[in-house]
């Protein structure tokens, strides 16, 4: 009996997804991030803590889905040396521990133990292995993944995102305060002088490392976006963008013990996702497609959040929507791109939708 040869239908697969990567993209990170949802529960509720290294596979779920997506439509040799890619997976594995580990210590009070850093050491890989991808020898993933280790001359953008929506947050509360709303922005900062610096910075490179860079920006905005802007506008890819990107957060919501099953809930979330989207779009343009401003750009407003939690939820959607609507009328984001621009993908031809 004559053996088939399968290398046909492989490259009938490989062609499809070449072809709709957006939908191979979002089927990926779903996959991933809700077939692993049920770690959220397990670690967050139950203390199984052995579970941990799936909650991280899981929350980088966009991320490895772009690599994953990436590597398959690559169509040109390897390149670069293997040890080069080590080293880099070596220093984020490093990184990122030291990070969970000064995390743990000084945000959450957990105790140093060896069993605890051993369980950090395994936990962080999926992180490491995101960060290092910007060294793999695939030229399809480097390229995608370059602008997550470098700013490449985006040190202004950078600051200004370190600073848009914690202002912003601080903004909102000062209004509410000043329109005499009850319980508006009523908090108490854990420190004060360079501890809650240090604090500040501390829960800044862990939402960094382990949610917004690596996990969400690497994908929403460093895979997805350039490839929505290359058939619609930067505010409609926004838009379209945190409608998946708000389900996306389900598992982990859920384990947080947030209203899930509310409708409110969802709404809230919603129109409060589609005006930050809004903003990490028009900083990841601005900044000519960089991952790394958009991920400082997420975690800055999640640092933010953390330390300022009791915020007047209309008057802050009011705060933002201005703001939104501010860099949208002033960049004109309802217009496309131009098929040149580094925030725009280059198919070579292929639909991608």
């Given at each position: 009996?004559?053996i088939?040869k ?30 692993l ?7 967050m ?16 779920g966009p991320g ?10 690559n169509?040109?040799?390897r ?5 080069t ?10 990184l990122s521990?030291?990070?969970?580990v ?11 133990s ?5 369980f ?6 999926p992180?490491?292995?995101?960060i290092?991808?910007?060294y793999?020898?695939v030229?399809a ?10 700013l ?6 950078a ?7 914690p ?10 305060r000043l329109?005499g709303?009850?319980a ?19 829960k ?15 994908g ?22 945190a409608?998946f ?7 982990l919501?859920?384990a ?11 709404a809230?979330?919603?129109a ?8 990490i779009?028009?900083?990841y ?12 750009t997420?975690?800055?407003a ?12 209309p008057?802050f959607?009011?705060t933002?929507?201005v703001?939104a609507?501010?860099l949208?009328l ?6 496309n791109?131009?098929?040149?621009h580094?925030?725009v993908y ?8």
């Open positions: 009996m004559p088939r399968t290398g046909g239908s492989l490259d009938g697969i490989r062609e499809w997804i070449r072809g709709h990567q957006l939908t191979a993209f979002y089927v990926c990170t779903f996959v991933i991030t809700w077939g949802g049920f770690s959220y529960g397990a670690v509720r139950r203390q199984q803590f052995l579970l941990a290294p799936l909650v991280m596979v899981a929350t980088c490895l889905a772009g690599i994953i997506v990436s590597a398959i439509i169509t040109e040799p390149q670069g040396k293997r040890r890619f080590w080293i880099a997976f070596f220093a984020a594995w490093v521990t030291l990070v969970m000064a995390n743990n210590a000084l945000i959450n009070h957990t105790p140093v060896p069993v605890i850093l051993g950090t050491v395994i936990a962080v890989l992180v490491a292995f995101v290092s991808m910007a793999s020898r030229p993933v480097r390229r995608y993944l370059s602008s997550l280790v470098r490449r001359g985006n040190w202004g953008w600051l200004l995102a370190m600073a848009a929506m202002g912003l947050i601080a903004l909102s509360i000062a209004i509410s329109s709303r009850p508006s922005g009523d908090f108490h900062l854990p420190a004060a002088g360079l501890t809650l610096v240090g604090l500040i910075a501390v800044f490179l862990y939402q960094m490392f382990f949610f917004n860079a690596t996990g969400e920006e690497a929403w905005r460093g895979f997805a976006l350039p490839r929505f802007q290359t058939f619609t506008s930067p505010l409609m890819a926004a838009v379209v963008i409608f990107w708000v389900p996306w957060h389900f598992f919501w859920q947080e013990g947030r209203a899930v099953t509310s409708g409110r809930f969802w809230e979330y919603l409060v996702h589609i005006l930050f989207s809004v903003i779009v028009w900083f343009n601005r900044s000519r497609g960089s991952i790394l401003v958009a991920g400082i997420h975690a800055a999640n640092t933010g959040f953390a330390f300022m939690p009791r915020i007047d939820l008057i959607l009011a933002v929507a703001a609507l501010v949208i002033t960049d004109r984001m309802w217009k791109l131009p098929s040149g580094p925030a280059a198919p070579g031809g292929a639909v991608i939708r």
